[in-house]
């Protein structure tokens, strides 16, 4: 069985995020099949294309634990129907300076949790743009717009019914298909 290290992008900054609680559900569901390595983002500045030319060190080091992953997975919430800046703002500064794009190639995939009945399927929407436009290789399905329960998932990443952990079981199972299919022949 190959194991694979994911890149990690949490979308949300905030301490008790489900979309937090949502990503360690998947990791262990994933077992011996993947390490998380989580990407921080909140000490990335904001990006500014007067930096291209002295990166922040900051966003080297994202940079680096990208290139160093087999494959990338956003798990974020849905902000006023997009994704959160702090996320935006992250991924564009892995994708400069031109010619210097951390993302291009990777195997990725998108998932989010909101307490909304449209569970984040807006902002994982721009987000597939985003992907494409930096050169990620974005899962086309399944799409996983998760409505969010109180209970359903424990900060540790317990999952509490069974009908939730065989759908983000599926998710990962496919991801890893996905991500298999994506390997250079
Ligand atoms: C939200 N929220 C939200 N929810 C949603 O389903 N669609 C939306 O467009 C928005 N918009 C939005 C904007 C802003 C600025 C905030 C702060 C929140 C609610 C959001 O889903 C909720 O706060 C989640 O708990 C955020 O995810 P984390 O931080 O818990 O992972």
């Known amino acids: 069985m ?9 979308g949300s900054l ?12 998947l990791e262990k569901l994933a077992g011996d099949q993947a390490s998380f390595d989580y990407i921080r983002i909140d000490d990335i500045p904001l990006y500014n294309q ?16 990208v290139a160093a992953a087999d494959a990338v997975l956003f798990v974020t919430p849905e902000y006023n129907r997009s994704i ?12 400069r300076p031109h010619g210097d794009n951390a993302f ?15 569970g984040t399927a807006m902002a994982q929407q721009h987000l597939r743009n985003v992907m ?6 974005a ?31 599926g998710f990962m199972d496919a991801f890893f298909d996905w991500i298999r299919t994506q390997q250079p022949k």
């Open 2 to 10: 190959s194991h694979y290290k994911i890149a990690v992008f949490v």
């Open 139 to 169: 899962m086309p399905r399944p799409e996983a717009f998760v409505q969010f329960k109180e209970g359903m998932i424990e900060a540790d990443g317990s999952v509490a019914s069974e009908g939730t952990q065989k759908f983000l079981q």
């Open 14 to 25: 905030r301490k008790e995020s489900i979309n937090r609680r949502l990503a360690h559900a």
């Open 132 to 137: 494409v436009a930096v050169g990620l290789a």
């Open 84 to 95: 959160p800046g702090v996320l935006k703002s992250a991924i564009d500064t892995g994708s």
């Open 50 to 65: 007067d930096h291209d030319s002295q990166f922040p060190a900051q966003g080297t080091r994202m940079k680096h634990q």
């Open 104 to 118: 291009q190639g990777k195997p990725a995939a998108v998932i989010g949790t909101s307490f909304g009945s449209a």
